[in-house]
């Protein structure tokens, strides 16, 4: 299988690169916490490392990942034909679901709590839940954040079941307006979960953003966040 991987892209390579010649390679497969793959260069030498768990991927598959690594690190343009045959594989449903086992079993997720020094994730849930899902939501994991940060302002983790909202929210200046709204765009990912539409992942549906439109205080939200 080793041999046979190395070989695809070294076939992938010279296709790219016909004119060069193939520098040393070395592929393996590795024990990633998601569905992964990286290539580098170092001394001249072209290390990949692919996700275990495409291990037993069919030869077509193998070619699209040879194909889209080397393109990227080359700054090729990728063949859209092997970017869709890509995405389609990892987005079926026994990839997904191995892929979301492994994550709760592999990866790590620093869970701090939902009690802040300003405001309780766990009763801003609880509020929400009442007023606009009828109370129907399993309330998952509540967490702030480490860090105070402004890149992520929220992110709700399915394969950890938890909420996880920056700190930067904590803190008396902080409207419950804006609070409210981001636990309340988490809890819509509960409610919609991401859907495929052929090879793409729908993250916020139609349906999503049509709830998402109900919040009272929306433009106010808005204002308060251009401000971050």
């Known amino acids: 299988m080793r041999d046979g991987l190395l070989h695809i892209f070294q076939e992938s390579y010279r296709e790219l690169r016909p004119r060069d010649s193939v520098p040393e390679l070395r592929v393996?497969?590795?024990?990633?916490?998601s569905i992964k793959n990286t290539i580098r260069?170092?001394?001249?030498r072209l290390l990949v490392r692919l996700s275990d768990l495409l291990e037993g991927a069919p030869q077509p598959i193998l070619q699209a990942i040879a194909h889209i690594l080397l393109a990227k690190i080359y700054r090729k343009p990728v063949d859209r034909d092997a970017a869709t045959r890509y995405r389609r594989y990892v987005s079926g449903h026994d990839i997904s679901r191995k892929a979301?086992?492994?994550r709760?079993?592999?990866?790590r997720k620093h869970l701090h709590s939902a009690q802040g020094r300003t405001y309780d994730l766990e009763a801003v849930f609880e509020d929400l839940n009442a007023r606009f899902f009828n109370g129907l939501l399993a309330r998952p994991q509540m967490t702030w954040s480490r860090n105070h940060?402004?890149?992520s302002l929220g992110h709700y983790d399915p394969a950890h079941n938890a909420i996880v909202v920056s700190r930067i929210f904590d803190h008396p200046r902080v409207p419950q307006y804006a609070v409210d709204y981001i636990v309340y765009h988490e809890m819509l990912h509960l409610k919609h979960p991401v859907r495929l539409r052929g090879s793409r992942r729908c993250v916020h549906s139609v349906e999503f953003?049509?709830?998402e439109k109900l919040f009272p205080q929306l433009e106010e939200v808005k204002r308060f966040l251009r401000q971050l």
Request: charged share 25%; hydrophobic share 40%; aromatic share 14%.
């Open 28 to 33: 393996e497969f590795f024990a990633f916490t």
């Open 41 to 44: 260069m170092r001394e001249g």
């Open 100 to 102: 979301h086992l492994v």
């Open 104 to 107: 709760q079993m592999r990866g």
């Open 149 to 151: 940060s402004r890149n």
């Open 209 to 211: 953003q049509a709830e």
